[in-house]
């Protein structure tokens, strides 16, 4: 295996990026941009951390606001969801008609966000939303939901029991997606409560909840997106490094192609039913250590240019991580072989996702854990393969061999092609 910085650099630097969508909820106030010039300063702060799309959160309740960030947006190459107004009737779809109406032509604008965790009973009225937007807006809009995640009640799922089988969540995903059916799948799951001795239950069940989202959107041919919880609210707490970077590794490793932060500008600085928001910056403008970590965390997704991308998720290879975690991943994900890979030694917990694109195959393997680093050695068979270990920083080993040695950091995840880059000599 070749390990030279210069090398390793070069062949990477060689690869093409492709570019994965994250993004964020809750921009800038009206306060922090109350001229063009303030606006566009904001979303270039917006821009420099990483961030490439935006789901808007009020400002169209402010015609002047709205214009101002999207033309800031346009500059500094965010893309924007409209997040429209729940419905409730049909007067609720015209009026986020004319929204759609009066926004789809900016050049940022990719989509529209129809409801924000919406009821199963409300899909009747998303059905129709969706298909006159879709005669409104075109092909080339991303129509969407954020859903639910899966400690919800019934009672806001709207699914009082499961059907066939089938749990409530999963009938929840069943009932949205043959009812409305959107663009992509996305959800949002926010484990970590400010009492950490519930850290294990809620991963066990985020384990649960991406298991189900990945194979509905695998069923249903769309992309999985989710959002990841960089700040604190209420009886949460804020992620540190480690976690956050475990956060993203593992939504990356059940094959999700988009994720957005949670949040990004603390909306308001008074204490609502759920407690005073921290976010990436404060309500007065000022960038909070999220910021920073978050710009970090982004900078090393950056790294592996993307890659994990170009692949989708066939399963899980779960020998190597507890049986506590093991069984919260759904039976149809748990794999006895994928490839040519035929032991894994490690010192820590790891998930292994299996990752497939037409003949090719990858794994992305990460320690699932946030407490400490370890190491991991995969052997394959058949006289050994060409392999590709993509990192922080980029491709970190390339060759043909039949061991692949590599140290993860707590909650890092480094995804592993079986084929070989060069660095262009």
């Known amino acids: 295996m070749i390990t030279d910085p210069d090398f390793c650099r070069k062949a990477g630097e060689g690869v093409e990026v492709i570019d994965m969508r994250i993004g964020m909820w809750v921009a800038p106030r009206a306060h922090l941009m109350k001229t063009q010039e303030e606006a566009d300063r904001r979303f270039a702060e ?27 947006a346009e500059k500094n190459g965010v893309g924007v969801l409209i997040s429209l107004d729940r419905v409730y009737s049909g007067s609720d779809i015209e009026k986020n008609l004319e929204l759609a109406r009066r926004t789809k032509d900016y050049s940022c604008v990719i989509g529209f966000n129809m409801y924000d965790e919406p009821s199963a009973e409300v899909n009747p009225l998303l059905s129709t939303q969706k298909i006159k937007l879709r005669a409104l807006a075109g092909d080339g809009k991303i129509l969407m939901c954020n859903l639910f995640p899966n400690y919800a009640p019934p ?29 992509a799948l996305s959800f949002d799951f926010y ?16 384990l649960r909840n991406l298991s189900d989202i990945a194979l509905s959107a695998k069923k249903n041919g769309v992309p999985a997106w989710g959002f990841i919880q960089d700040s604190s609210w209420d009886a949460t707490r804020v992620p540190d490094d480690d976690e956050l970077r475990f956060l993203s590794h593992a939504h990356l490793a ?14 308001s600085d ?4 759920e407690g005073i928001f ?60 994928f490839g040519s890979l035929e032991s894994v030694k490690t010192d820590r917990n790891l998930l292994i996702g299996c990752f497939r694109n037409g003949d090719g195959i990858a794994y992305y393997v990460m320690n699932f ?25 980029g491709i970190e080993q390339t060759g043909h061999s039949d061991t692949v040695g590599f140290t993860l950091r707590a909650g890092e995840g480094k995804f592993i092609e079986l084929k070989a880059y060069s660095d262009g000599r």
Request: glycine share 14%; charged share 25%.
């Open 191 to 206: 484990p970590f409560q400010a009492n950490s001795s519930t850290d294990k239950d809620y991963l066990r069940n985020m």
């Open 155 to 183: 009672a806001k799922l709207g699914v009082a029991e499961g059907v066939g089988g089938r749990t409530v969540y999963q009938t929840y995903l069943d009932r949205f997606m043959s009812e409305v059916g959107t663009d």
């Open 369 to 393: 854990g946030y407490s400490a680093g370890g190491s991991a050695t995969l052997t394959f068979g058949e006289g050994g393969c060409d392999i590709t270990v993509w990192g922080s920083g």
């Open 46 to 72: 917006i821009r420099e951390a990483g961030i490439n799309m935006y789901y808007s959160f009020y400002e169209e309740k402010d015609d002047a606001w709205l214009d101002r960030m999207l033309r800031a």
């Open 270 to 273: 008074k204490s609502g039913g």
């Open 278 to 337: 921290k976010g990436m910056i404060d309500y007065d403008g000022n960038r909070t250590e999220i910021y920073d970590r978050v710009k970090k965390n982004n900078e090393e997704i950056a790294g592996m240019r993307g890659r994990f991308l170009d692949y989708g998720l066939e399963g899980f290879l779960t020998d190597n991580i507890s049986s506590a975690y093991r069984s919260c991943i759904a039976d149809e994900l748990r794999l006895d072989g």
């Open 254 to 267: 059940f094959g999700l192609k988009s994720y957005s932060y949670f949040l990004y500008a603390q909306p």
